[in-house]
């Protein structure tokens, strides 16, 4: 009896051991798919558009070009789709194709961060809600660098596009550069636009419409207007605007555009 238990006691504590000493399979694997990232990459074997279906984080590890004009880039077809393009360049044919860069169509939540798009008609499209753009400069585009819906845009660049810089609905704009489009560097409605630059560009620096707020823009030697408030209400605070062509603040009905006091837009 005393042996049969011995016996088991040691069984029990062999066992003890060894389910210590195996991590937990399941927190590992909850682990990794938190943290991991799909990297994309171009072959040779490689066909355009790169397809994201799935949600989770996605990064690139080289530059890709596309040579055709009519596809697009990458498309995003998934919510909660985070892409880092880490620090490389998207690149597209050039001329009068239709593919945009990276297209984002009637979804929620994806965040593009850290890189270049640049040779497509429209370099990046964001249709749906909830996105973020950070980092990211959209140049040399045929027609505009980036169009956005309800979206959050800092620290990015839209330069030297056919069209407009940055066309965006209902979204918060912050620390951009829009310079050297052809026609506005940033248009906008029911945005927030805060301590941005818009200049050289062919047409109005910044065109805004229906209850825009923008303050701390910086916007010179537009073709255009400097500054251009359509109706309905906006309110513009410490903008400062000069050598604009057609003038550096014009109104189309009431808005909020003082040129005195603490809240003065400075017309250099």
Do not use: W
């Not at 550096?248 to 005195?260: E, I, M």
């Amino acid at each position: 009896m005393k042996s049969k238990r011995n016996t088991q006691l040691v069984l029990l504590t062999l066992l003890f051991i060894t389910l210590i000493s195996i991590p937990s399979v399941c927190g590992l694997l909850s682990a990794d798919e938190g943290d991991s990232q799909v990297e994309i990459s171009q072959t040779p074997s490689t066909t355009f558009p790169i397809v994201i279906d799935q949600p989770g984080n996605y990064i690139l590890t080289g530059d890709i070009t596309v040579s055709t004009p009519q596809v697009n880039g990458i498309e995003i077809m998934a919510d909660d789709v985070t892409l880092d393009l880490n620090g490389y360049t998207l690149t597209g044919p050039g001329g009068e194709g239709t593919g945009i860069g990276i297209s984002v169509a009637q979804r929620e939540n994806a965040e593009i961060i850290n890189g270049t798009v640049q040779g497509f008609f429209s370099g990046i499209n964001l249709s749906g809600n909830n996105h973020q753009l950070k980092n990211v400069s959209a140049c040399q585009n045929s027609s505009s660098g980036i169009e956005a819906g309800s979206s959050l845009i800092t620290d990015c660049q839209a330069n030297a596009n056919g069209l407009h810089g940055l066309m965006a609905t209902s979204s918060t704009i912050t620390t951009c550069t829009a310079n050297a489009n052809g026609s506005c560097g940033m248009h906008v409605t029911s945005c927030t636009v805060t301590g941005c630059t818009a200049s050289f560009n062919g047409s109005h620096g910044i065109y805004a419409v229906d209850k825009c707020c923008l303050e701390e823009t910086t916007i010179r030697d537009n073709g255009g207007y400097g500054l251009y408030l359509d109706p309905d209400y906006s309110y513009a605070i410490r903008n400062v605007a000069g050598n604009n062509a057609a003038g550096n603040f014009y109104q189309t009905g009431t808005h909020y555009l003082p040129l005195s006091g603490d809240e003065a837009n400075v017309d250099e």
